[in-house]
Structure formats: C-alpha cells, structure tokens
C-alpha cells in the first residue's frame, strides 16, 4: 500500500464508519450493558441489578408464550414459504404468457408496507364485510364469533397468514434464482436418463437446492423474529397474549411501561436465541449433498 | 397437466391482485353500501372518502415521508458508495473484519437497538425530529447499501481505475469523476430498493417520532388503530389506497432493478 492512499482509504470510510458505528454498533453494545440495570419510568436514574433480569425472564409466563407463538409461526410458515417457494419457482420459469403474469405480481405485496399489509387483512378478516368469513360460510364452516382476530384461537394463524402473503413472493424470487444456478448439464443429463417430473424433482433438484434451502431457512428465522408491525395493527398481540411476538412483547415493556432495563434483557435474549437458530441452520445444512455421497 | 399448472398461477395471481382490486373499489363506496354489499361494484362514486382519508393522516405526514426518503437517499448513495470503493478497490490490513463488520447490521433486527438508540437520541435533542429520524435511516440502511455497491464496484475493470490515477487524478477525484459515475446502475438498484424501504418503515419511525411529526405508515397506522372507536371504513379504504399507490407505481417501472436488489442481498448474502 502506497502511504498516500492510506489518509484517502480513512477518509472515504470515515463518515459511514462514524453513523454505524455511533447508531448501530454502540447501541447494540449498550443494549447488553442496559440488561444489567433497571430503570425507573422517564428518569435517567439506574440500577444495576446483574443477572436480576435474566432470572425475571425466566420466569416470565408472558415472555414464555411469546416464544411459543414465535415457535409455532416459525414452523408454520416455513413449511409454507419453502414449499411454496419451490413450487411458484418452479410455476414462474419460462416465457409462457401465464409465467409471465405470476412474475409480474407475485413481488407485489413484497413492496407495501407491513403496515398497509395489515390494514389489508384486517379488512379481509372483517366480520361484517370481510370476504375470509364469506368464503368460510361457503364451506359450511361457521367463523368465530369474536372475529378471526378476536379469538386466541385463530388470532395467531390470522396473522401468520398474512405474514406468508406478504413473504412468500420472496422465496419464490430465493428459488428462481436458485433453479437458475443448477448447471444446464446436469438437466440435460437427467432429461436424457428419462428422470422427470416427482422423481426428477426430489432425486436432483431438490438436493441440489441445498444451498438455497440454507438461505431460505436463515431468512425465515429472521423474518419471523422481525415481525412486530404486523402483529401490533391486526392485534396488538391479544388476545391473551395468544398472538404476542417477541418484538411487540418487547415494544410493551420497554416503551409501555418504560421499563427500558428489562426491554434490553429481552433484547439481549432475543439476540442470542437468532444467534443460537442461525448457528444451528449453517450446522444442519453444513455441507453440499455431492460431496461425500456413495 | 398444463391445466392445472394455469390454474394454480390463476389463483395466485387473483390471491395477491384480489385484495387490491376490492380496496380500490370499496374506497369509493359509502359506508352504507359497503356493508351492504361489499362484493359488488359501487353503485355512486364517493370520492369524498379520499379527502377524508387524506385529512385523516394528513398532508404532513404525506410531505414528511417523502422527505424522509429523499433525504436519506442524498446522503445514503455517496457515503455508502465512498465505503463500498474502498473495501472493493483498496485492500488494507483488517479489510475482512472490517466489511464484515458492516454486513452483520444486515442480520439482526433493528428493534433489538430501539431502546439504547431512544435513550441516545433523548440525549442528543434527535427525538422526535425528522433530521434525527433521517440520520438513524441512513445508518441502518448502510450494510445493504455496502454490500450491494461493492459488487458493483469490483465489476469495474481495474485498468479504468489505474488510467484515470495516471491522468493525474488523485484517488478521490478520480471516484468523484469516473467511478462514482460508472456505478450508476449499481446506485439505482439500491437507491430504488432503499427507497421502497424507507417509504414503508414503520418500527423506527414509531419509536423515534411522536405526536405531530409523524410518516405516512404511522398516520395510517393510528387511522387503522382508531377504527374501535370511530368507525371510518371508507375513510381507512381510500388511505389505504393512498399509500399503496406510489410503491406500486414505482414497482410497476422497476421491477427488474427491485428484482436484482433482492437476489443480490438475499443468495450471495
């Protein structure tokens, strides 16, 4: 390296270096530092508690189905997100006119916001004029009384369904890309093997998506660990609890109740466990089928 | 086969285009005939339900998202595009920790910060202002912003860069007039995603601005709240439809560079 450019590499990186840095790594490391302390409402004073919080976490009925709604969501969606990502992938290839119709809107919902999302369906679930009760009354099933919202037992699925409507779009642009990195050979070859369809579906394509699968799993993790807006419009997390997510049980505590010591150790544990699920994501899905196969 | 391939597509595209289709058409109705029959199409126009709607969230929060966005973009694009040069161009000692350093902003959620950053920005005066909110914007979209321009940046052959250098450029000049230029496209594929983003980001703006200054997803988001109490449908339809439009209209002409940012950020991430 020349010494002249060394001033230069600096000074080019200084200004982003200075926000993230100040805005990004300093909270989050205060955010660790916070979960140590208590506060009490507005006021700056604090106390340092140690692990006093972590062990009101652990006992923490609320904060315990905020994991087991996440869980269930997590699960839930994934299936769907993959599943469905595999097949409009698949669906969406090619130059038909049909193709070409599923392309140009299935990317739609993935540019609203989250907020306009929920409005959406909210209005969809509405129980005087939504067309979700309307649709069910045609099966012969009758809705829940208090409204899909209203009721704990629907409440979570109502808002996990949206939240598929508005990812799935993304997964399957996550699999297009990855049917396209699949070498034109090995089609070739399966198509003279005479390997089509179910077969050639799961004995080829699906392991050689393997490094996609990885990608879309880490990403559901994510996007199910992220979902706040969704759940605090369709139903501020009630009711009960039954469709809190991790986020919104967060929101409450540290700006509800300003009880901003607590909210970081929320934080902090939340951070570790997308830590904990990436970690074991890359570990289950470590190494590419090809290598090693007898 | 090939018909049962025609009618799933039919029935994703009718789920997605459904639902906007019936917004577009019930934020005309009254809310007489909404209730009444929320299926057919509306028998008088009631545009009134837009200048409520419009009232509603207010022309403020309309004009502050807009700056908000603009704003962000202005100083996102150069310093993200000055830190993406070096680490594509510029090897020095450390390049690797330090990149990847910046990307990991990319995969933890910004919330889990939300209450130091409110703490910091109570005591910088930031709270509640829109150079405040502009700045947190700027700083959460760099990892994306870097990422992405990198890859663009290690496109350029490096000959172009080494010419310019012995046409007596120094290296920052050389960015502003030749590379800063030649990224162009790598600048319009985050600068349109970025701005998709920021247009529709709920979370921070939520924490971070309160009571009169307020975006356009919080001023929809509070009409939406409100609904429990004071039942405005219509209103809430035509809203709805005031938000939407401006992000579909900007998908509709840019699909393919939304589409490259996506791909980018998610399979070579």
Redesign the interface.
């Known amino acids: 390296?020349r010494r002249r450019?060394?001033p230069?590499?600096l000074?080019?990186?200084a200004?982003?270096?200075m926000?993230?840095v100040?805005?990004?790594?300093?909270?989050?490391i205060?955010?660790f530092r916070?979960s140590l302390f208590t506060t009490s409402g507005l006021s700056t004073k604090v106390n340092y508690v140690g692990a006093k919080n972590f062990e009101r976490l652990a006992a923490d009925e609320a904060y315990r189905q905020t994991l087991s709604n996440g869980l269930w969501m997590l699960v839930v969606s994934g299936i769907f997100l993959i599943a469905g990502g595999v097949?409009?992938a698949h669906?969406s290839v090619g130059n038909h006119r049909?193709?070409r119709?599923?392309r140009?809107?299935?990317?739609?919902?993935?540019?609203?916001?989250?907020?306009?999302v929920?409005?959406?369906w909210?209005?969809?679930f509405?129980p005087?004029?939504?067309?979700v009760d309307?649709i069910v009354r045609l099966m012969r099933i009758e809705p829940p009384r208090s409204g899909w919202l209203g009721d704990p037992g629907t409440a979570l699925p109502s808002v996990t369904a949206a939240f598929i409507?508005y990812a799935l779009g993304?997964y399957a642009?996550?699999f297009t890309?990855?049917l396209r990195q699949i070498p034109e050979e090995i089609n070739e070859a399966a198509e003279l093997d005479g390997a089509r369809g179910w077969f050639r579906f799961r004995k080829i394509t699906w392991p050689l998506l393997w490094s996609?699968k990885r990608?879309a799993v880490t990403?559901v993790v994510?996007n199910v660990?992220?979902v706040?807006?969704l759940v605090?419009?369709m139903t501020?997390g009630g009711p009960d609890r039954s469709s809190e997510s991790l986020?919104t049980y967060?929101?409450e505590q540290?700006?509800r109740n300003s009880q901003?010591g607590y909210?970081?150790t929320i934080?902090v544990a939340?951070?570790m466990l997308?830590m904990i699920l990436?970690l074991g994501v890359l570990f289950w899905f470590r190494r590419s089928p090809e290598v090693g196969r007898r | 086969m090939k018909i049962l391939r025609g009618a799933i597509i039919a029935l994703m595209v009718l789920a997605i285009v459904g639902p906007l289709v019936w917004v577009a058409m019930n934020s005309v109705k009254t809310n007489t005939e909404l209730f009444g029959s929320p299926w057919s199409p509306p028998k008088v126009l009631a545009w009134d339900n837009f200048s409520r709607g419009w009232n509603e969230i207010g022309a403020r929060s309309f004009v502050n998202s807009l700056i908000a966005t603009v704003a962000t973009l202005v100083f996102l694009l150069p310093i993200g595009a000055m830190a993406a040069y070096i680490f594509a161009k510029f090897p020095f000692p450390g390049r690797g920790t330090v990149y990847a350093l910046f990307l990991g902003g990319m995969m933890f959620p910004n919330f889990l910060v939300a209450i130091p950053l409110v703490l910091l920005y109570r005591d910088l005066g930031l709270l509640n202002t829109m150079h405040g909110l502009v700045l947190a914007y700027v700083a959460y979209s760099l990892s994306f912003t870097i990422f992405v321009l990198t890859g663009f940046f290690q496109a350029i052959p490096e000959e172009l860069r080494e010419a310019a250098e012995i046409d007596g450029g120094s290296p920052s000049r050389t960015f502003w007039t030749v590379m800063f230029p030649l990224v162009r496209p790598g600048l319009v594929v985050v600068g349109i995603f970025n701005a998709i983003g920021l247009w529709n980001e709920y979370p921070l703006a939520m924490v971070l601005l309160s009571g009169e200054n307020s975006t356009l997803p919080l001023g929809i988001a509070s009409m939406a709240m409100a609904q429990n109490y004071r039942a405005d449908w219509t209103g809430l339809f035509a809203a709805t439809l005031i938000a939407m439009v401006p992000v579909l209209i900007v998908y509709l002409k840019f699909r393919e560079q939304l589409q490259e940012a996506m791909v980018a950020g998610a399979v070579k991430g």
């Open positions: 390296m450019t060394l230069f590499i000074g080019f990186l200004p982003a270096a926000l993230y100040g805005l990004v790594v300093w909270p989050l205060q955010t916070l097949a409009l669906l049909s193709a119709a599923l140009a809107t299935i990317l739609i919902p993935q540019v609203m916001s989250l907020v306009v929920a409005i959406l909210m209005f969809l509405n005087s004029f939504g067309p309307a409507w993304f642009l996550l890309a990855g996609v990608i990403y994510i660990m992220n706040f807006a605090q419009i501020t986020l967060l929101y540290g700006f901003f909210a970081a934080a939340n951070f997308a990436s």
